[in-house]
Each structure stands twice: as structure tokens, then as C-alpha cells.
């Protein structure tokens, strides 16, 4: 099993910066992936950017140039910074893991971003 906490969410004036941390515990080897989502009620969850074992990524473009993923293999962590917020980006923000081990995805329970105007 991999357990995810997210971390670092709170309120943040528009313009100003957040990041948000992803930390994985358990079978951690299995993670090859780990992708960050965010959600408004009501809404589906959208997809954000994603980071591969060695460190490639891929972004929604949306935010691509706001918005950096990472992760450190060593403290079995990824990040999220998110800059220039702006108040449409206020949701959970939810981290996922893909594993080579069932049930193969894995959430966390999610971190509330609000960005006040």
C-alpha cells in the first residue's frame, strides 16, 4: 500500500504563492508517477501536472508557467509551487500516485487552496 498527506494549502492573497507538499509512505519503490488534481465542488476533478520517477513532467496549460511540480525520491515527497495565484484557482487540491502495486492509484485526502481577490 502507499499512503499520500498533502500539505501546505491555506488562503493566499491573488498574485501571492503557495506550495503544496505530496508525502508518500508505504511501498514508496512502487511510485513511478505522481500527479496533482484540484477540485471545486460541484465540479470534476481537473488534472494539473504531473512528474515522472526521473523527474519529466507535463502540465495542463493552463497553468504551465504558474504552476511547478517536483518530487524528491530521498524524502519520498513531490511539491506543487504555485505562483501568481489568481482566485479562480481556489479548490482541494488532491495528489495521486500510480504504483506497480494494487490497487495501482492512490489518493490523498486532499488540501483546500483559496485565493482571495
Known amino acids: 500500500q502507499v499512503q499520500l498527506v498533502e500539505s501546505g494549502g491555506g488562503l493566499v492573497q491573488a498574485g501571492g504563492s503557495l506550495r503544496l507538499s505530496c508525502a508518500a509512505s508505504?511501498?514508496?519503490?512502487?511510485?513511478?508517477?505522481i500527479t496533482w488534481y484540484r477540485q471545486i465542488p460541484g465540479k470534476e476533478r481537473e488534472w494539473l501536472a504531473v512528474?515522472?520517477?526521473?523527474?519529466?513532467?507535463n502540465y495542463l496549460d493552463s497553468v504551465k508557467g504558474r504552476f511547478t511540480i517536483s518530487r524528491n525520491n530521498g524524502e519520498n515527497t513531490a511539491y506543487l509551487q504555485m505562483n501568481s495565484l489568481k482566485p479562480e484557482d481556489t479548490a482541494v487540491y488532491y495528489c495521486?500516485?500510480?504504483?506497480?502495486?494494487?490497487?495501482?492509484?492512490?489518493w490523498g485526502q486532499g488540501t483546500q487552496v483559496t485565493v482571495s481577490s
Open positions: 495521486k500516485a500510480d504504483a506497480q502495486i494494487p490497487p495501482y492509484v492512490f
Open positions: 508505504g511501498s514508496t519503490s512502487s511510485i513511478y508517477a
Open positions: 512528474v515522472g520517477r526521473f523527474g519529466n513532467t
